[in-house]
């Protein structure tokens, strides 16, 4: 079983930048791959980004170059930073985790509007 809490969303303005964690308890040695989706309004659930427990990274191409997923092992959470972020960013943003299951958080939601 995992647990995952996603924090750091809010209302920024375009071309600012935001930050969102995710905290991961549990079972967390199972886990393989974290990543973040996201939902805008009136749209399919999509990838924004993955990391392995390896290290590797894979990105959306609309958010490649602005958007970067690291981790903290010791702190078992997972980031997201986002910078030059523009008003289709606007979405409700999911941290996944992939183990034998598909574990996912509540969201948060992160709206970029002036």
């Known amino acids: 079983q995992v647990q995952l809490v996603e924090s750091g969303g809010g209302l920024v303005q375009p071309g600012g930048s935001l930050r969102l964690s995710c905290a991961a308890s549990?079972?967390?040695?199972?886990?393989?791959?974290m990543g973040w989706y996201r939902q805008a309004p009136g749209k399919q659930r999509e990838l924004v980004a993955i990391?392995?427990?390896?290290?590797?990274?894979n990105y959306a191409d609309s958010v490649k170059g602005r958007f970067t997923i690291s981790k903290d092992n010791a702190k078992n959470t997972v980031y997201l930073q986002m910078n030059s972020l523009k008003p289709e960013d606007t979405a409700v943003y999911y941290c996944?985790?992939?183990?034998?299951?598909?574990?996912w958080g509540k969201g948060t939601l992160v709206t970029v509007s002036s």
């Open positions: 996944r985790a992939d183990s034998r299951l598909v574990y």
């Open positions: 990391t392995t427990s390896r290290g590797s990274t």
């Open positions: 549990g079972s967390i040695f199972s886990i393989g791959a």
